[in-house]
């Protein structure tokens, strides 16, 4: 496509800076968020801003989504108004979110009975990364429907992957953070642990990171437990929700994944008490209250 028309729905941390950098390279997108403030902002820098899905859609080539949930995710394709009313032959739908594979690969079979494609490309790296057009981008999907929009991938990621059929995208994700949030909740429960039995953390920490175990994980885990900095923007919240699709996922594969469910239990603990929007290393004061 050259120059492609694209909408976007989803103006969070994430979605806002990735409009913004389309919008350094010249691109004029149409914008839907419960936020007015931010969608004024896109409009303000020469974007336009759409009253529903349906006209979004219809106005665009590439509609791109950055929503928190697949529930999000499948109201704003199914709705009377959404995306699968408005959608013509030929555009193409992106996920950019972290959503159900099983979801996925349902809407890109209804997209596709209206002429249209789909691509799931869950993101790495930080908003910071989205600015500058540097994310990690798993993609996955139809080849040609890729080929269709690598240029644009490629103008929001220093790294596209392809990654096999439709929904694989989204697998992969969910198996990243189900290893990373596992890593990290771990690691919390360990400086808990040293620190009830009067070991000092940072000895902990330089033991450790000169061994297998050094990871940046283990970094940020070491910079809230030690340093009292919360520097991994990701929320308890949402590394919750992230292992239980994970877990949802491999239900639907028709096996379990016992590691995971310890991880989900003690993030939903940790949700429980009050802690939902704090950085998933925050897991540490939780562990570090519990016998007292």
Do not use: W
């Amino acid at each position: 496509m050259d120059k492609p028309s694209i909408g976007f729905i989803g103006l969070g941390l994430m979605g806002r800076n990735m409009v913004e950098n389309l919008q350094k390279r010249g691109f004029k997108p149409i914008v839907m968020d419960l936020n007015k403030d931010v969608v004024a902002e896109v409009v303000a820098q020469g974007g336009s801003a759409a009253e529903s899905a349906a006209q979004l859609a219809a106005d665009s080539d590439i509609v791109m989504l950055c929503l928190t949930t697949s529930t999000i995710v499948e109201s704003v394709v199914y709705a009377e108004d959404g995306i699968l009313a408005g959608i013509k032959e030929g555009s193409v739908v992106i996920d950019f979110g972290t959503s159900i594979p099983a979801s996925t690969r349902k809407i890109g079979a209804d997209l596709a009975k209206k002429g249209a494609g789909m691509i799931d490309a869950p993101l790495g790296r930080t908003p910071a990364h989205a600015k500058d057009g540097l994310l990690n981008i798993m993609a996955s999907g139809d080849l040609d429907t890729f080929a269709k929009v690598k240029p644009i991938l490629d103008i929001q990621g220093e790294n596209v992957f392809h990654l096999g059929a439709l929904g694989s995208g989204h697998t992969t994700k969910l198996i990243n953070n189900f290893i990373g949030m596992t890593t990290v909740t771990a690691m919390s429960q360990a400086f808990a642990v040293a620190d009830s039995a009067g070991v000092d953390k940072q000895q902990l920490f330089d033991i450790m990171s000169t061994g297998p175990s050094s990871s940046p994980f283990m970094q940020f885990c070491k910079n809230y437990a030690v340093d009292g900095v919360s520097d991994l923007g990701f929320s308890i919240g949402n590394a919750h929700k992230d292992i239980g699709y994970f877990l949802e996922m491999v239900k639907d594969l028709g096996t379990r994944a016992q590691i995971a469910e310890g991880t989900s239990a003690n993030l939903q603990a940790a949700y429980d008490a009050g802690m939902a929007r704090g950085n998933v290393p925050e897991i540490y004061d939780y562990f570090s209250q519990l016998g007292k």
